[in-house]
């Protein structure tokens, strides 16, 4: 079980990414990405002084970043308690699944063979977690490979959008109580997509992508229903 502690610790890396322009947009970021690789569990109260601290802005700049993080329903302020991560609903899950088939399908349909060789790197960053049991990082190289697999629309709203709904989708995935079995079959699956996109077959890839997301949304929302 990873600490608080280890999650705040490790900001202080991000520093040389935000420079004297230091800008709540690019606080915003970092943060943004440390929930999409798991770092951050739904419900967990974010510390200011400690985050303010690990990245060395302003409280000013860290609140606008927080701001910003709750349009995104990546954060929600409670009243006289603090900033939170924000625990997703069924709602949530249904309407994240949703847009993804809009966008992700839409980008089998303009496969390139740059786009292709990104997810090809998220693969095999995957197996290889998958092999050595590193379960957290399988699910980073997830969110990695429908990142890339969303680039291939070409287009940079798409993208944006895809960062933060990836982001959410990490939240999700925290729900999971085992998360080799919700992983692991889709490690082989991503490959299978991959090789079809590879092979040119669009058709089967599509059809592939859709099961995929059907499958997926079903689990999740299986383990959302309370166990007996």
Partial sequence: MISHMDDVAGLEHDRDRLGRSSTA???????????????????????????????????NTLREAFRLLSHERLLEHRLNRGVF??????????????????????????????????????VEDGERAARE?????????????????????????LDDLMRQLLAELRLVFHVMRNPRSFHEPFVARNRTLLELLAAGETEKAERELVSYLDDAEALL???????P
């Fill in 25 to 59: 947009e690019r606080v915003a970021d970092i943060l943004r990405e440390r929930i999409a690789q798991g770092f951050f569990s739904p419900g967990q109260r974010l510390s200011e002084e400690a985050i303010g601290a690990a990245l060395g802005v302003s409280r």
């Fill in 85 to 122: 991560v924000r625990v997703l609903s069924t709602d949530d899950v249904a309407d994240l699944y949703r847009v993804r088939r809009v966008i992700e399908v839409s980008a089998v349909r303009h496969a390139s063979a740059e786009g292709i060789a990104a997810m090809r790197e998220a």
């Fill in 133 to 157: 049991n590193r379960w957290r990082e399988v699910g980073t190289a997830n969110i990695r490979y429908h990142q890339a697999l969303s680039r291939l629309n070409g287009s940079q709203r």
């Fill in 221 to 227: 929302m299986e383990a959302y229903r309370p166990q």
